[in-house]
């Protein structure tokens, strides 16, 4: 096996633990449904890994890649700040 079907596999793994540890911990954990912190969650850990896997497999350039990564971190960074409860 290559590096790049290691880091796939690893990659891979990643994605499923997101969305694993999402469920676990707002079903089964705290029996609750899904929040914001939750979705951003879920959302940065399945398309990260997908981004890496696009462009170890040659399909996304370099400006590409920077324009996705920069996306997914102004994602991320777009709304902290104290979370809202409902009633």
Do not use: C
Request: glycine fraction near 12%.
């Amino acid at each position: 096996m290559t590096a790049d079907n290691w880091v796939e596999i690893i990659m891979a793994g990643i994605m499923a633990l997101a969305i694993g540890g999402v469920i676990w911990d707002r079903f089964i954990k705290h029996r609750s449904g899904i929040g914001v912190r939750a979705i951003q969650f879920s959302a940065v850990g399945a398309l990260v890994p997908a981004i890496v896997l696009l462009a170890i497999q040659g399909s996304l350039d370099h400006q590409a890649l920077g324009t996705l990564l920069g996306a997914v971190a102004g994602y991320t960074l777009s709304n902290f700040g104290p979370e809202e409860k409902s009633n």
